[in-house]
């Protein structure tokens, strides 16, 4: 039996519009993986109330309603900060708002975030307070009601912690619900939270107003935080067990009997009039029963993470939680906006093919080297077996040339696929969980931009090797030749892309190096498939190398190709036919090779969208 591993135990707590609320605690306490729960991140397993306006949460519109802002600053990095604003606009604002209202409200955006300098600076180039605050920009375009942030000063200065800070209270003040996890902040940062809720070991050993913190300690349990010390020290030394294992246990034992908001109920009666009505009338109910969540440990690792960590057990977890806003809940009631995305199926496919398209031509050294790699390698091939398509001599020298094509387009589109996509999984993982825009429609997209851009190099590859080896200069010829090595191309490349949905880069390295192993003893080349035995015959039919190979001999060679030059008194191979029957081609249809390999292609893209789509669901 797997060991159990608790890491959030019997919380209960609520949230109010208008209010900052931050959750604090010491590494491991459970913040990250409480805030995971709260913002949806966190679904499969979960059981449990998340509750907005005293209602069940509704998963999808909450979330087309809601942001998340992980602690890691995922951006596409070959875009300048208002491109991926003017692109975040258009997909997450109504498709009714003109390109001027559009432009204004991210204008007034990155007025408001100090952003205006920097329009034109491709993401890759801003400092960590800049990408920070990009980050929140993207988010802010549609007036997201609630607003959740993991740990949002991670990696900045003291000074850009506070007006990181100071920017998310004045977003609360709005009328927004913001809530975020902090590690340790400063006093500074600490007197902008509205309220905490501070976690120890999985627990919540406070859950109020900040003021009311330092007296409430002092008061009611006898823990009084010295004048010259940082409160937030202080309850981060209580939370380890600095000052005690019993007084951790008395405040925690107080905080599930609801003590904290009974002594803000006494003595701070203005920290409930910044919520809404609802939220107000929910604070009277002071003690609550929690329920009992099982949420397995592999959804409460760190938002957009990619490892496949192994764990064992699962996680109990007790939630329940009142986000309350009163335009959140109008909006649930029924909106249109919250059942479907704001733009068409169609505007957000051309939205991101423009997108990825420049993304993908200013990534410039992978451009120029995958060019350059293409054109020297063509060059090679061609100076290597320099005119040897025509002779009945070097027949089986031209065939090794016809299958290192199909290896080298292979390679070159494999290779580069699953290498870098892994890097788009996060950026994708979080704005799909923010709700910008279909997954369908970013695959197209996505399948759009990569098919020219991988039968540009097909061709430019081949009309080098192709030529220089001198092999028969028909149309038809030609054109079938291309045909069947472009499919290989876009086959490859799709299979690329799933192994990059899949696995890890480390890992995807290792599989796609070996699947490549099977595929190639299997394409008929190195071994014909009449002569291999009958157990592996079988699994021939499964290697689309099999079929490119087969094609691209068969429009070399077949449809009646005149005699080959023999420069010998006898060529076995003088007759193109003579060959094909060598290679147990000449029953071979080159039509069916074709329309299997389109077959496969379809299939393999297919499945790449269900398994991305799996990858999504699972990383939630």
């Not at 995971?36 to 397993?45: D, F, H």
């Not at 899949?502 to 080349?525: D, E, K, N, T, Y």
């Amino acid at each position: 039996m797997p060991s159990v591993k608790h890491i959030l135990k019997d919380l209960d707590g609520h949230a109010r519009s208008g209010q900052l609320t931050g959750i604090i605690g010491p590494s491991g306490s459970g913040k990250s993986c409480l805030m995971n729960v709260l913002a949806g991140y966190t679904t499969k397993g979960v059981t449990g109330t998340v509750t907005v306006n005293g209602k069940t949460r509704n998963k999808r519109k909450f979330r087309k309603l809601s942001a998340y802002v992980t602690q890691d600053d995922y951006l596409m990095e070959n875009l300048t900060v208002g491109e991926s604003m003017t692109m975040a606009a258009n997909l997450k604002l109504p498709a009714t708002l003109s390109k001027e209202e559009k432009a204004n409200v991210v204008t007034e955006i990155l007025e408001n975030l100090g952003l205006c300098a920097c329009v034109k600076t491709l993401s890759r180039s801003l400092s960590g307070g800049q990408r920070k605050r990009l980050c929140v920009a993207l988010e802010l375009v549609n007036t997201p009601q609630v607003m959740f942030f993991d740990e949002p000063t991670s990696g900045l200065d003291s000074s850009s912690c506070v007006q990181c800070i100071s920017l998310l209270g004045s977003l609360a003040k709005a009328g927004r619900t913001i809530i975020c996890t902090i590690h340790q902040p400063s006093a500074k940062v600490l007197e902008i939270f509205s309220q905490l809720i501070l976690l120890a070991d999985g627990r919540c050993f406070y859950a109020g107003s900040v003021k009311s913190l330092v007296p409430y300690l002092g008061e009611s349990h006898g823990l009084h935080c010295p004048s010259y010390h940082n409160p937030a020290d202080y309850a981060m030394e209580l939370a380890v067990g600095d000052h005690g294992g019993e007084s951790l246990k008395r405040l925690v034992q107080a905080a599930k009997d609801g003590k904290c908001l009974q002594y803000d109920l006494e003595h701070n009666k203005d920290f409930f009039r910044t919520g809404s009505r609802i939220g107000h009338e929910s604070n009277k109910r002071i003690s609550r029963e929690s329920s009992s969540q099982t949420v397995p440990l592999d959804g409460a690792r760190e938002p957009g993470e990619e490892g496949e960590k192994e764990h064992n057990g699962e996680t109990q977890l007790g939630v329940e939680e009142d986000l309350s806003s009163e335009k959140l809940g109008a909006e649930e009631e029924g909106s249109e906006y919250a059942s479907s995305f704001p733009v068409t199926f169609w505007t957000q496919v051309r939205i991101l093919y423009h997108r990825t398209l420049f993304s993908t031509l200013r990534d410039a050294m992978l451009m120029r080297v995958r060019i350059a790699c293409h054109i020297a390698v063509g060059l090679l091939i061609g100076m290597m077996y320099f005119d040897l398509g025509d002779d009945a001599n070097k027949v089986y020298n031209n065939m090794t040339a016809l299958f290192f094509n199909i290896i080298f387009l292979m390679v070159t589109a494999m290779m580069p696929t699953f290498l870098t996509f892994p890097l788009e999984m996060p950026v994708l993982i979080r704005q799909n969980l923010n709700s910008w825009y279909s997954l369908k429609a970013y695959y197209l997209a996505k399948t759009f931009v990569d098919f020219p851009f991988q039968i540009f190099f097909t061709v430019l590859y081949l009309v080098i090797a192709y030529f220089m080896t001198s092999q028969p200069f028909f149309t038809d010829r030609i054109l079938k030749y291309f045909a069947v090595n472009a499919f290989v191309s876009l086959i490859s490349q799709t299979v690329g892309l799933i192994i990059g949905t899949v696995f890890r880069i480390q890992m995807a390295v290792f599989v796609g190096s070996v699947s490549l192993a099977p595929l190639l003893l299997l394409s008929g080349c190195l071994l014909s498939v009449e002569s291999m035995p009958q157990y592996i015959q079988w699994l021939s039919y499964f290697s689309f190398v099999k079929y490119s190979f087969e094609g691209s001999i068969f429009s070399i060679y077949s449809f009646d190709r005149e005699d080959l030059k023999c420069a010998e008194p006898y060529c076995l191979f003088k007759k193109p036919r003579m060959f094909l029957a060598q290679m147990d081609l000449e029953n071979n249809i080159f039509w069916n090779d074709l329309w299997i390999l389109i077959g496969i292609l379809f299939a393999f893209r297919l499945a790449g969208y269900f398994l991305l789509r799996w990858r999504v669901t699972k990383l939630q």
